[in-house]
């Protein structure tokens, strides 16, 4: 087998619970973006652009929906006889089966894959972040070093760098110090959670950290590999990138794609955002309807009005209906005379006529405050909600709802109805 310069590893398998009832039943790299997209499509065609043909998926949380849309790698031209796209799930060994727990224990529990490669160097990725980045100009900066382990990083603002695992650096972007998370940070620089590690630095560190509870490269690895002397930089990256791991970064990632210059630009022929794409009819806009500053998804039907919103695949949205500001994914169907504002409404729902989501004042949630804020009405796939009921702002719906969950035809601000076997 041919040696591979570079294979990536691409971590897919977390739940992104921060997304509340979106990722109940589906991983947080496979949630939908964009309209026509789902997150991992970013990191895949980063590779396929970067000219990586060889990466390995690794899933845990819910993989169904994953697995489908990866398939055999086609979208990505990842269908390749010596590489390609490969599903790694955690799977039984003849001494032991255990899930993976912590970033680098899942990478330890699939050397052999990568071994099988022997790469010369390994790229470490997450499945979860909105981003365009030529991994073979970092390559470039690893061996122009002759880094041991080179990690991407970028500036952030100060106020916010203590959310971050921080990089102190000479004036040559070699590594000083890693604090992970610090309280007095005393650098902007913030880890992006993508490394290139030489491999056979790599193995050894993963070898020697393998009895580490919950092994994660940024509190362990990273810091074991920068105690051993190894030569650490960092690439600092100055484009687009966001953590799509709350409901408010999500939303307002979405909505800055329907920007009159949208920040992030899904449309350049240099570096495609490629995607599994189901062959079905066009969109449908009738001569009623008003489209304005909005995505609309193929095979979408639109009698109503659609202000600066994201519309999924395959959506309806009934005559009278006007949407603002949300996102409605694929194949969920808004009746007639609705008025939805500021909503995240997930795959397959089914809204009645005449509701009205975001009403109201905020109210604090009482589900979970922390994750339904911002504003926002948030509805779990195949969701169903009865006709004439309002709804108010950081509300959180999964299932199939009926008239007497909505006291006098009301979900007040920060309620929420989740049905047995539902996730929060």
Same mark, same amino acid.
């Given at each position: 087998?041919?040696?591979?310069?570079?294979?990536?590893?691409?971590?897919?398998?977390?739940?992104?619970?921060?997304?509340? +009832?979106?990722?109940?039943?589906?991983?947080?790299?496979?949630?939908?973006?964009?309209? &026509?997209?789902?997150?991992?499509?970013?990191?895949?065609?980063?590779?396929?652009?970067?000219?990586?043909?060889?990466?390995?998926?690794?899933?845990?949380?819910?993989?169904?929906? @994953?697995?489908?849309?990866?398939?055999?790698?086609?979208?990505?031209?990842?269908?390749?006889?010596? *590489?390609?796209?490969?599903?790694?799930?955690? !799977?039984?060994?003849?001494?032991?089966?255990?899930?993976?727990?912590?970033?680098?224990?899942?990478?330890?529990?699939? @050397?052999?894959?990568?071994?099988?490669?022997?790469?010369?160097?390994?790229?470490?990725?997450?499945?979860?972040?909105?981003?365009?980045?030529?991994?073979?100009?970092?390559?470039?900066?690893?061996?122009?070093?002759?880094?041991?382990?080179?990690?991407?990083?970028?500036?952030?603002?100060?106020?916010?760098?203590?959310?971050? *695992?921080?990089?102190?650096?000479?004036?040559?972007?070699?590594? @000083?110090?890693?604090?992970?998370?610090?309280?007095?940070?005393?650098?902007?620089?913030?880890?992006?959670?993508?490394? /290139?590690?030489?491999?056979?630095?790599?193995?050894?560190?993963?070898?020697?950290?393998?009895?580490?509870?919950?092994?994660?490269?940024?509190?362990?690895?990273?810091?074991?590999?920068?105690?051993?002397?190894?030569?650490?930089?960092?690439?600092? !990256?100055?484009?687009?990138?966001?953590?799509?791991?709350?409901?408010?970064?999500?939303?307002?990632?979405?909505?800055?794609?329907?920007?009159?210059?949208?920040?992030?630009?899904?449309?350049?022929?240099?570096?495609?955002?490629?995607?599994?794409?189901?062959?079905?009819?066009?969109?449908?806009?009738?001569?009623?309807?008003?489209?304005?500053?909005?995505?609309?998804?193929?095979?979408?039907?639109?009698?109503?009005?659609?202000?600066?919103?994201?519309?999924?695949?395959?959506?309806?949205?009934?005559?009278?209906?006007? +949407?603002?500001?949300?996102?409605?994914?694929?194949?969920?169907? /808004?009746?007639?005379?609705?008025?939805?504002? &500021?909503?995240?409404?997930?795959?397959?729902?089914? /809204?009645?006529?005449?509701?009205?989501?975001?009403?109201?004042?905020?109210?604090?949630? &009482?589900?979970?405050?922390?994750?339904?804020?911002?504003?926002? +009405?948030? /509805?779990?796939?195949?969701?169903?909600?009865?006709?004439?009921?309002?709804?108010?702002?950081?509300?959180?719906?999964?299932?199939?709802?009926?008239?007497?969950?909505?006291?006098?035809?009301?979900?007040?601000? *920060?309620?929420?109805?989740?049905?047995?076997?539902? *996730?929060?």
């Amino acid at each position: 087998m041919i040696r591979k310069k570079m294979m990536a590893m691409l971590l897919a398998g977390g739940q992104g619970s921060r997304l509340g +009832v979106l990722t109940a039943n589906v991983a947080k790299p496979a949630v939908a973006f964009g309209g &026509k997209y789902r997150i991992i499509d970013f990191p895949l065609s980063n590779c396929i652009n970067s000219g990586i043909d060889t990466v390995g998926v690794l899933t845990q949380y819910q993989p169904l929906r @994953l697995n489908s849309h990866i398939g055999i790698g086609i979208p990505w031209d990842l269908d390749r006889n010596n *590489g390609g796209v490969t599903v790694l799930p955690p !799977y039984e060994k003849s001494d032991s089966s255990e899930w993976y727990s912590g970033t680098a224990n899942a990478i330890y529990q699939n @050397l052999s894959y990568i071994e099988s490669y022997n790469p010369e160097y390994v790229l470490i990725l997450s499945g979860d972040h909105i981003y365009k980045m030529d991994y073979e100009v970092m390559l470039d900066f690893h061996k122009e070093n002759q880094a041991d382990v080179t990690l991407a990083a970028m500036p952030v603002p100060m106020e916010e760098a203590s959310r971050f *695992g921080i990089v102190i650096t000479d004036e040559n972007r070699k590594i @000083l110090e890693f604090e992970e998370k610090p309280e007095n940070p005393r650098s902007n620089l913030a880890s992006m959670g993508i490394y /290139i590690f030489t491999w056979s630095v790599l193995r050894d560190a993963l070898i020697a950290k393998k009895d580490q509870n919950n092994c994660d490269f940024g509190k362990h690895i990273i810091p074991y590999c920068h105690e051993g002397g190894k030569r650490l930089f960092a690439y600092e !990256y100055n484009g687009y990138w966001k953590d799509v791991g709350t409901l408010g970064s999500y939303w307002e990632a979405n909505m800055e794609l329907v920007d009159l210059i949208p920040e992030f630009n899904l449309y350049e022929e240099y570096w495609k955002i490629y995607t599994r794409t189901d062959n079905v009819e066009p969109q449908y806009v009738s001569s009623e309807s008003i489209t304005e500053k909005s995505i609309i998804g193929e095979g979408a039907e639109i009698f109503g009005e659609v202000y600066h919103s994201v519309i999924g695949a395959g959506v309806t949205i009934g005559k009278g209906t006007v +949407v603002r500001d949300s996102i409605i994914m694929k194949d969920t169907r /808004i009746g007639e005379n609705c008025s939805i504002n &500021k909503a995240i409404i997930a795959e397959d729902c089914e /809204i009645g006529d005449d509701v009205q989501m975001g009403i109201g004042e905020e109210a604090k949630s &009482k589900l979970n405050e922390e994750i339904y804020a911002f504003g926002l +009405v948030t /509805i779990g796939e195949n969701s169903y909600i009865p006709s004439k009921v309002q709804i108010g702002k950081n509300t959180a719906i999964a299932g199939i709802t009926e008239k007497e969950d909505y006291p006098d035809g009301v979900l007040a601000g *920060g309620e929420y109805i989740i049905k047995a076997g539902e *996730g929060k």
